[in-house]
């Protein structure tokens, strides 16, 4: 979607990737290993994206494209869907206590759990 209105907007192919990837957050030299070209042609499609845009920045340009990637769409549907649950009975989560056996030693919660009955070597979670 945004890559279309880069085009549209009269950045090339190539520019309109490196204009995306940078709006996502990544660095010059990330969006260069993404797409197998150095960090200089990475600098060079910059400055191609900054005059065709008409923006001075990096953060200039990543305000440019917020809209179209989605990111207000996906803020407007995870607010619609807290205050659905915020209407709904909240469920309560519990853990289940018990015991459970590791390694053939029964690990019992709250006793000292000794491997040799309780005579003192092999003790089960006890600073291991």
């Known amino acids: 979607m945004l890559r279309?209105?880069?085009?549209?907007?009269?950045?090339?192919?190539?520019?309109a990737e490196v204009a995306e990837l940078v709006s996502k957050g990544l660095s010059n030299k990330e969006v260069a290993n993404q797409l197998f070209v150095t960090e200089k042609t990475v600098k060079f499609h910059l400055t191609n994206i900054y005059k065709k845009m008409n923006v001075k920045s990096r953060a200039q340009l990543i305000v440019w494209c917020l809209p179209h990637l989605g990111f207000v769409e996906s803020e407007a549907r995870i607010e619609a869907a807290a205050a659905t649950t915020a209407t709904a009975a909240p469920a309560t989560q519990t853990i289940p206590a018990?015991?459970?056996?590791v390694g053939g030693v029964n690990i019992i919660p709250g006793q000292r759990n000794d491997i040799n009955g309780g005579r003192g070597a092999g003790d089960v979670g006890m600073g291991i």
Request: hydrophobic content about 30%; glycine content about 12%; cysteine-free.
């Open 4 to 15: 279309d209105v880069l085009i549209q907007k009269g950045l090339s192919n190539r520019e």
């Open 98 to 101: 018990g015991s459970a056996t």
